[in-house]
């Protein structure tokens, strides 16, 4: 999202008051009629003061998008990371000083050149001192908005058109070799709000259709009742992307948690993410030699596959299943119904 570089009240004003001087002594340079000049070099002061100052606030409103008009996943990213409405408020304060400095500059251009020219230089003061005042009520939306624009400068670039596979399983089950097996390079790794690695997307193309597979560490690898409810938010935002999801088990338990506490993760990743097709990863198979015991964590076998990502065994499989995942056809309506079930 892109937020222009947001200036402090000082700095508005002192540009708008510095180019309001240089025009006012560009008309002192003029001939003009005596009685004329001093309302003419003042009403110009105050006039261009005006206009720099609102073309400042026009040029930041104009530059953020309307957030109603994003895909629903930069949506909740944003409301995740700086507060959706707490942006609206900001960029609203931002549109009440420009209509009132428009006024402003309206009432006191009038105001001067009805008055005598002896009067004019105390008619811009007053008006300079209307203007500062309007500039320093936005104090605390200028200073939200330089926040939004640190917060959402590394926010995630998402191919939309993509095929889209989201990871889920527990710390250390094998999620990012298997990720940079897939996409066969080193993943893109971007910042995502509470994830505790940042967001890793990797990329690959297929039979001239393109694959994205995220895995978000910190996010998909524990029990959904130790989530607040922000980390909660963020999973919505990944449902609004995800068309398939590579559940990994790690078979071995060398990843120190049991057979038992990775299928309850599971239970809960299928309860949220329901409309969207899972596979089912048993990883680190090198390391096993008595498979029996994993029979009662297969609830579908047909899209079961037994895998040693490290040794790269079964990826050729996961990827004939990936050739056959269908892109989600979402609309904003829908996604919007679907987000009332987690908020």
């Given at each position: 999202?892109?937020?222009?570089?947001?200036?402090?009240?000082?700095?508005l004003l002192d540009k708008g008051f510095s180019r309001g001087k240089k025009q006012a002594d560009l008309v002192r340079s003029q001939k003009i009629p005596k009685h004329l000049k001093g309302k003419r070099i003042e009403e110009r002061r105050v006039v261009t003061s005006c206009q720099v100052?609102?073309?400042?606030?026009?040029?930041?409103?104009?530059?953020?998008?309307?957030?109603?008009?994003?895909?629903?996943?930069?949506?909740?990213?944003?409301?995740?990371?700086?507060?959706?409405?707490?942006?609206?408020?900001?960029?609203?304060?931002?549109?009440?000083?420009?209509?009132?400095?428009?006024?402003?500059?309206?009432?006191?251009?009038?105001?001067?050149?009805?008055?005598?020219?002896?009067?004019?230089?105390?008619?811009?003061?007053?008006?300079?001192?209307?203007?500062?005042?309007?500039?320093?009520?936005?104090?605390?939306?200028?200073?939200?908005?330089?926040?939004?624009?640190?917060?959402?400068?590394?926010?995630?670039?998402?191919?939309?058109?993509?095929?889209?596979?989201?990871i889920a399983g527990f710390p250390n089950v094998g999620k990012s070799t298997l990720l940079r097996q897939i996409s066969g390079a080193d993943p893109q790794v971007a910042n995502y709000p509470f994830t505790t690695k940042g967001i890793q997307i990797g990329h690959t193309e297929r039979h001239?259709?393109?694959?994205?597979?995220?895995?978000?560490?910190?996010?998909?690898?524990?029990?959904?009742?130790?989530?607040?409810?922000?980390?909660?938010?963020?999973?919505?935002?990944?449902?609004?992307?995800?068309?398939?999801?590579?559940?990994?088990?790690?078979?071995?338990?060398?990843?120190?948690?049991?057979?038992?506490?990775?299928?309850?993760?599971?239970?809960?990743?299928?309860?949220?993410?329901?409309?969207?097709?899972?596979?089912?990863?048993?990883?680190?198979?090198?390391?096993?030699?008595?498979?029996?015991?994993?029979?009662?964590?297969?609830?579908?076998?047909?899209?079961?596959?037994?895998?040693?990502?490290?040794?790269?065994?079964?990826?050729?499989?996961?990827?004939?299943?990936?050739?056959?995942?269908?892109?989600?056809?979402?609309?904003?309506?829908?996604?919007?119904?679907?987000?009332?079930?987690?908020?």
């Amino acid at each position: 999202m892109m937020i222009p570089t947001i200036p402090t009240t000082q700095e508005l004003l002192d540009k708008g008051f510095s180019r309001g001087k240089k025009q006012a002594d560009l008309v002192r340079s003029q001939k003009i009629p005596k009685h004329l000049k001093g309302k003419r070099i003042e009403e110009r002061r105050v006039v261009t003061s005006c206009q720099v100052i609102k073309d400042k606030l026009k040029s930041i409103i104009d530059a953020v998008p309307e957030i109603e008009e994003l895909h629903p996943f930069y949506q909740d990213y944003i409301d995740i990371t700086v507060g959706v409405d707490d942006m609206k408020q900001a960029l609203g304060g931002l549109n009440w000083a420009y209509g009132i400095i428009t006024q402003l500059e309206k009432e006191y251009g009038a105001k001067i050149r009805k008055n005598p020219s002896e009067k004019a230089t105390a008619i811009q003061k007053q008006a300079y001192g209307r203007i500062a005042s309007v500039v320093e009520k936005i104090k605390k939306d200028l200073d939200f908005l330089d926040f939004a624009k640190q917060n959402l400068r590394n926010m995630p670039t998402i191919d939309f058109d993509a095929t889209t596979i989201v990871i889920a399983g527990f710390p250390n089950v094998g999620k990012s070799t298997l990720l940079r097996q897939i996409s066969g390079a080193d993943p893109q790794v971007a910042n995502y709000p509470f994830t505790t690695k940042g967001i890793q997307i990797g990329h690959t193309e297929r039979h001239w259709k393109h694959i994205q597979i995220i895995d978000t560490p910190g996010l998909l690898d524990r029990p959904v009742l130790e989530m607040n409810d922000i980390e909660m938010n963020a999973i919505v935002a990944l449902e609004h992307l995800a068309d398939a999801i590579l559940f990994i088990f790690d078979a071995s338990e060398t990843c120190g948690f049991h057979l038992d506490n990775q299928y309850n993760l599971l239970k809960q990743i299928e309860k949220i993410f329901s409309e969207i097709p899972i596979i089912y990863l048993f990883n680190k198979m090198d390391l096993i030699e008595d498979t029996e015991y994993l029979k009662e964590y297969i609830d579908d076998e047909e899209n079961s596959i037994f895998i040693s990502a490290i040794e790269g065994e079964g990826i050729e499989e996961i990827n004939k299943k990936i050739d056959k995942i269908k892109k989600i056809e979402r609309h904003t309506e829908e996604a919007e119904d679907d987000d009332d079930e987690y908020y």
